[in-house]
């Protein structure tokens, strides 16, 4: 099969675009919750002294199709992220959502370096 019909069997209920935006959108209200007064510390704290979210860059690394994994018996995608501080282009880690072939959240991964 081509990578095109693939494409359209699998992003059927919800485009790939879609699934990029709804993790990057995620990841932004996660962070700038975390960075607020009234987030999560203990989430603050895992990032370099003194950062705020404009330091960072969030950069698309990969959109992945699984037809089976250990986890999920169907089909799932998962969309990762890179994390960058944007001085010095440093990767602190990767964040991800993995979906069901309905485009439904089913995980949420996020891993600091």
Known sequence: MEKEAIETLVFAQKSKTELIDETIISLQS?????FSNKGQ???KNEF????????LRIK?????????????PGLSIEVILD?????N????GTYSHI???DGNLIDELLVIN
């Not at 698309?60 to 999920?72: F, K, R």
């Not at 282009?89 to 602190?92: H, K, M, P, Q, S």
């Open 89 to 92: 282009n440093f990767e602190l």
């Open 30 to 34: 996660l962070l700038y919750e975390s």
């Open 48 to 55: 370099p002294t003194n950062t705020h979210p404009d330091d």
């Open 83 to 87: 994390i960058f501080l944007r001085q």
């Open 41 to 43: 510390q203990n989430l």
């Open 60 to 72: 698309l690394d990969n959109v992945v199709i699984y037809i089976e994994s250990l986890n999920s």
């Open 99 to 101: 979906f069901n072939e």
